[in-house]
């Protein structure tokens, strides 16, 4: 008789309600059950809490759960509107131990994120990282653009914001902020690549990237799609102000290395202009590869004349002594 009440699987507990046996079971599949079950069961409330003490320290329950699978079970029951997964969620995003792991089950874009806007900033501040920044970078309200802009402006939460800014789940929003404060906001490891991933997405992003972004932001353009990287070589050299040129040959380098012939007419054409135009072109052609850049092997040897650069001038002349005959 008591065997046939025993659970002969994790749904066959769910059916029943067996908050001890999916407690003990421990696998992931139990713990999502749980928190089902949690909606309108003490019990398995309780139980959830205990199993996410269970998991701190990376630790894992018999079963194989982790801390995460605790953690999206708590975010299932925040999205149906459950106040005990809101409560237990503030409760890990304040748990210095729990909080990124938290944040990292928190579905992007949701409209119940709303509701952790100041924990996920309070979290920022005590060392969460990127997953907190990523969360909070895809809420769309007022308060998150507030909390956004306070967290690029500290320096120490700052490479978290600009992770979470560059993710694909950030709102418009998060970026025009980014793009909007001073240079002294972007200026941590994660800015220049959160710079490129929205310019790799967004044209508004890639046109701010190209005119007027700090140099350092492009040096990891070269990451980007061939296209998007000849767009936004194409701007800089039409619509950017000379005087930062300079700063740029190397990133121009890195992307004339992976797009030889896609840049070929943007170089060429660049090298017909004036002699800011062509110093940056010829500074950048020191390690690339002639064969596929054959207009601009053409319009070089008149370019190089026209330069004063010392290290343009060597590079053309290296750069044309390697062009096809």
Same mark, same amino acid.
């Given at each position: 008789?008591?065997?046939?009440?025993?659970?002969?699987?994790?749904?066959?507990?769910?059916?029943?309600?067996?908050?001890?046996?999916?407690?003990?079971?421990?696998?992931?599949?139990?713990?999502?059950?749980? +928190?089902?079950?949690?909606?309108?069961?003490?019990?398995?409330?309780?139980?959830?809490?205990?199993?996410?003490?269970?998991?701190?320290?990376?630790?894992?329950?018999?079963?194989?759960?982790?801390?995460?699978?605790?953690?999206?079970?708590?975010?299932?029951?925040?999205?149906?509107?459950?106040?005990?997964?809101?409560?237990?969620?503030?409760?890990?995003?304040?748990?210095?131990?729990?909080?990124?792991?938290?944040?990292?089950?928190?579905?992007? +874009?949701?409209? &119940?994120?709303?509701?952790?806007?100041?924990?996920?900033?309070?979290?920022?501040?005590? +060392?969460?990282?990127?997953?907190?920044?990523?969360?909070?970078?895809?809420?769309?309200?007022?308060?998150?653009?507030?909390?956004?802009?306070?967290?690029?402006?500290?320096?120490?939460?700052?490479?978290?914001?600009?992770?979470?800014?560059?993710?694909?789940?950030?709102?418009?929003?998060?970026?025009?902020?980014?793009?909007?404060?001073?240079?002294?906001?972007?200026?941590?490891?994660?800015?220049?690549?959160?710079?490129?991933?929205?310019?790799?997405?967004?044209?508004?992003?890639?046109?701010?990237?190209?005119?007027?972004?700090?140099?350092?932001?492009?040096?990891?353009?070269?990451?980007?799609?061939?296209?998007?990287?000849?767009?936004?070589?194409?701007?800089?050299?039409?619509?950017?102000?000379?005087?930062?040129?300079?700063?740029?040959?190397?990133?121009?380098?890195?992307?004339?290395?992976?797009?030889?012939?896609?840049?070929?007419?943007?170089?060429?054409?660049?090298? +017909?202009?004036?002699?800011?135009? &062509?110093?940056?072109?010829?500074?950048?052609?020191?390690?690339?590869?002639?064969?596929?850049?054959?207009?601009?092997?053409?319009?070089?040897?008149?370019?190089? &004349?026209?330069?004063?650069?010392?290290?343009?001038?060597?590079?053309?002349?290296?750069?044309?002594?390697?062009?096809?005959?």
């Amino acid at each position: 008789m008591l065997l046939g009440c025993t659970p002969t699987s994790v749904g066959d507990a769910e059916k029943k309600k067996n908050v001890g046996w999916l407690e003990q079971n421990g696998s992931p599949e139990a713990i999502a059950a749980l +928190g089902k079950l949690a909606d309108d069961d003490k019990a398995a409330q309780e139980a959830l809490a205990n199993v996410s003490k269970g998991t701190e320290s990376a630790a894992k329950l018999e079963g194989g759960a982790g801390g995460l699978d605790v953690d999206l079970a708590i975010w299932g029951g925040v999205e149906r509107n459950a106040s005990w997964a809101n409560e237990m969620t503030k409760t890990l995003l304040a748990d210095p131990a729990r909080m990124d792991e938290m944040a990292s089950a928190m579905k992007r +874009g949701t409209p &119940q994120l709303a509701t952790f806007v100041s924990d996920l900033d309070a979290a920022l501040s005590r +060392g969460c990282g990127i997953s907190c920044g990523a969360a909070l970078a895809s809420i769309d309200n007022p308060a998150a653009t507030t909390a956004i802009t306070k967290r690029l402006e500290d320096q120490k939460t700052r490479d978290s914001m600009c992770f979470g800014v560059g993710a694909a789940e950030s709102t418009k929003a998060a970026r025009d902020v980014f793009m909007k404060e001073p240079a002294t906001a972007r200026d941590a490891v994660q800015c220049g690549p959160a710079a490129v991933a929205m310019a790799t997405r967004d044209d508004t992003a890639l046109a701010w990237l190209a005119q007027t972004a700090e140099p350092g932001l492009l040096r990891g353009v070269s990451t980007m799609p061939c296209p998007r990287v000849v767009a936004l070589w194409t701007k800089v050299l039409v619509s950017r102000d000379h005087p930062t040129f300079g700063a740029l040959s190397r990133s121009l380098e890195d992307s004339v290395n992976k797009c030889p012939k896609e840049l070929d007419a943007t170089l060429a054409g660049a090298l +017909g202009t004036d002699a800011d135009s &062509q110093t940056l072109v010829l500074a950048s052609l020191g390690s690339s590869s002639a064969r596929d850049l054959k207009m601009t092997c053409a319009a070089a040897p008149a370019a190089a &004349q026209r330069v004063t650069a010392i290290l343009a001038r060597a590079n053309a002349r290296d750069f044309v002594a390697r062009c096809p005959k």
